[in-house]
């Protein structure tokens, strides 16, 4: 299996514009997560998915973030609109969901620049 | 409630020195812990869990970690740190109350002195 795949890997953009990230995650696993890297805040879990529902999105800041997952192979992070302070590495992760014990496989992440 | 607090932000060893990064957690129900790994612009890959088995777990690339319950740890070890050991190194905590959830520690970032 070629892992959890995400695109695109660097994204800069303007404030203002609409950004989609993108994850898929490896084949079978039922739960897939959102998360978010800064050197301010470290790892936030932003949202989780358990077969292709949205189990839990506390951790998504605003109204600008939603996450979608129509299928059990794809999944998608959008922003909009973007501003300066979204800046950061945003990881996807999937895992088999057998149990609490389960690891969590993680993409290679999209480094995300707002200017 | 569960939570990881890793006791070092950063560690500085010699090559060829043994590595120590310490790790406490809390939580309220039997935990499965986990270490994973951080390299520079990458992604984060797994090191080690502990999932109630054995309480001395061996990871990849020599690092290991013991359970101790009485006293809420779950440090990582090596007997010999190499160069490329350098990385930032997360704590996580998990249990069944949470579900697949991770509460992730703030990170220990290694540097290996030559």
């Known amino acids: 299996d070629a892992g959890v795949i995400q695109s695109p890997r660097h994204e800069v953009t303007e404030m203002g514009q609409e950004v989609t990230l993108r994850c898929k995650p490896i084949s079978g696993h039922d739960y897939l997560f959102w998360y978010r890297q800064t050197m301010m805040r470290g790892l936030e879990l932003l949202i989780y998915f358990n077969n292709n529902v949205p189990i839990d999105d506390s951790g998504m800041p605003e109204d600008r973030f939603s996450a979608k997952m129509p299928n059990a192979s794809f999944s998608t992070l959008k922003i909009q609109p973007s501003e300066p302070r979204d800046s950061a590495v945003y990881f996807c992760?999937?895992?088999?969901?057998?149990?609490?014990?389960?690891?969590?496989?993680f993409g290679p992440g999209t480094r995300l620049t707002v200017l | 409630a569960q939570s990881v607090t890793q006791l070092d932000s950063h560690v500085s060893v010699s090559e060829g020195t043994p590595v120590l990064l310490r790790c406490n957690y809390s939580s309220s129900y039997s935990p499965s812990l986990f270490w994973y790994v951080q390299h520079p612009n990458k992604g984060l890959q797994l090191l080690l869990k502990y999932t109630s088995a054995a309480t001395l777990v061996k990871g990849i690339n020599g690092f290991e970690a013991e359970f101790k319950k009485s006293e809420t740890s779950f440090h990582l070890t090596k007997p010999s740190a190499h160069m490329s050991d350098a990385a930032e190194y997360f704590c996580?905590?998990?249990?069944?109350?949470?579900?697949?959830?991770?509460?992730f520690g703030t990170g220990t970032s290694l540097t290996v002195i030559p």
């Open positions: 996580v905590v998990s249990d069944v109350n949470t579900g697949n959830q991770f509460y």
């Open positions: 992760a999937s895992s088999p969901g057998q149990g609490a014990w389960d690891t969590q496989y």
